[in-house]
């Protein structure tokens, strides 16, 4: 069965600082992968996804970037980071094909990060 | 413009009671629906989905009802647990984009013992 990971946790950081989230997702070869933000008590914003390695699509302008160095892994970064990056941040997996719209599959989601920046 | 909401942000049922939880979306364009459950501090947790040539799929104590008519979407939880408390997401895609879902605000499910 697949599983998908999300490290750390919970991560406090200060302002400025530089920010690494790592996800990887096992059990499933060349799946869509993303990254949500979700502020409190609030629904779901795409920040980034992704169809294959080093193939990253953004949804929003932001202070973040996100990498795909290897197929099942995908890392949300910062060079610096701003207060209002603090959220909580979650990746998901999708099935190959369903990004380019080829069929409808529910996206998979990982326990997410807390992050407050400080 | 494009948006999928729920009606109401907080529901609270007796233990046993059956809940239903509601959701509207504003494309007809839209092909198919998810309803997701969030327990605090974690992932949301994929419950069924339905497809727009449908109007009704069961799984277990779950149906998802989908009223194209007038771009209605519900969630109803049959003998409602404890367990079931969490906040419950409609997310709504359209084939023309994708797999970007589109995420309802939520609905707080409170289950009175």
């Known amino acids: 069965s697949q599983t998908i990971h999300q490290w750390p946790a919970t991560l406090v950081q200060p302002v400025g600082s530089p920010l690494s989230l790592e996800c990887t997702v096992e059990g499933t070869s060349n799946p869509n992968l993303y990254w949500y933000r979700q502020a409190a008590g609030r629904g779901l914003q795409l920040l980034f996804y992704?169809?294959?390695?080093?193939?990253i699509s953004s949804e929003v302008p932001q202070n973040l970037s996100a990498s795909r160095p290897q197929d099942r892994q995908f890392i949300l970064s910062s060079k610096k980071l701003l207060l209002s990056d603090s959220g909580f941040y979650l990746c998901a997996w999708s099935p190959t094909g369903v990004a380019q719209g080829v069929y409808n599959s529910p996206l998979h989601f990982g326990n997410g990060t807390r992050l407050t920046v400080t | 413009g494009e948006s999928v909401g729920l009606h109401l942000p907080t529901l609270s049922v007796q233990e046993g009671d059956n809940s239903i939880i509601n959701c509207a979306y504003s494309?007809?364009?839209?092909?198919?629906f998810i309803w997701y459950k969030q327990e605090s501090g974690k992932g949301p947790q994929f419950i069924i989905d339905?497809?727009?040539?449908?109007d009704k799929r069961q799984g277990q104590r779950v149906t998802v009802l989908l009223n194209k008519t007038v771009k209605h979407l519900s969630l109803q939880i049959a003998a409602t647990q404890p367990g079931d408390s969490a906040v419950y997401f409609c997310a709504e895609m359209r084939e023309t984009s994708g797999s970007r879902l589109t995420f309802g605000e939520g609905t707080q499910l409170t289950v009175n013992p």
């Open positions: 992704s169809v294959g390695i080093g193939q």
């Open positions: 339905i497809r727009s040539n449908m």
């Open positions: 494309n007809s364009a839209s092909d198919y």
